[in-house]
């Protein structure tokens, strides 16, 4: 009979992303991650090739989170209303995950076909209200835009650069208001 596992792929996927936030990319090592989980480094080689293959996970998790919080924010809400909670989820994951946030927009994110296809399902509560508003052909650009601003603003904030007063949640709220009107007139 074989022994059974000491570790499971969901176990390691929580223990990196606890490592990721407590203490950047740059400590989510392999070894790292086998303390974390009770096991040594060549066991965590079974379940994933490498740092590579365990980072593609964990952004492929990291975006089906944020998937699911803006479909969740935008149940049973019109397309307008259903934008407007999800720019705020969006900020929510951002400020409540930041160095998991930083990974799924950082220059180097990960590229294949499964970390593509979890990007896709991740906006597509996003781009299902865009097109209820704007149209099917104007909810990729309607979508570029809006996350340009959100990614613009979060990653400003979670840097911790507003710093010349003011309320920056109504500023946010202010920001998402004359997007989403550019975005639902057609002047955005």
């Known amino acids: ?18 490592i990721l936030e407590a203490h950047g990319l740059g ?7 086998a303390d974390a989980v009770g096991v040594r480094p060549p066991s965590l080689y079974k379940r994933f090739e490498g740092r590579e293959a365990l980072l593609a996970a964990l952004e492929s998790d990291t975006l ?16 307008l209303a259903a934008l407007e909670a999800q720019a705020h989820a969006f900020r929510r994951f951002a400020r409540e995950n930041p160095h998991a946030y930083a990974q799924i927009y950082a220059p180097e994110a990960t590229r294949g076909v499964e970390v593509d296809a979890a990007r896709r399902d991740a906006v597509a509560p996003a781009l299902e ?8 052909g ?14 613009g603003f ?27 009107r ?3 007139t057609g002047d955005a």
Request: glycine share 10%.
């Open 1 to 18: 009979m074989p022994a059974p596992a000491k570790t499971s792929d969901a176990a390691i996927l929580v223990a990196a992303r606890r």
């Open 27 to 33: 400590a989510l090592t392999m070894q790292a991650v």
């Open 138 to 151: 104007r909810a990729l650009a309607a979508a570029r835009t809006l996350t340009a601003y959100l990614h």
């Open 129 to 136: 209200a865009l097109a209820a508003l704007v149209g099917a």
């Open 64 to 79: 089906a989170r944020l998937g699911a919080m803006l479909g969740e924010a935008a149940l049973g809400r019109a397309p």
């Open 182 to 184: 550019g975005i639902e």
């Open 154 to 180: 979060v990653s400003i904030e979670n840097a911790g650069l507003f710093r010349l007063g003011g309320d920056v949640d109504e500023a946010f709220r202010a920001g998402i208001e004359l997007i989403l």
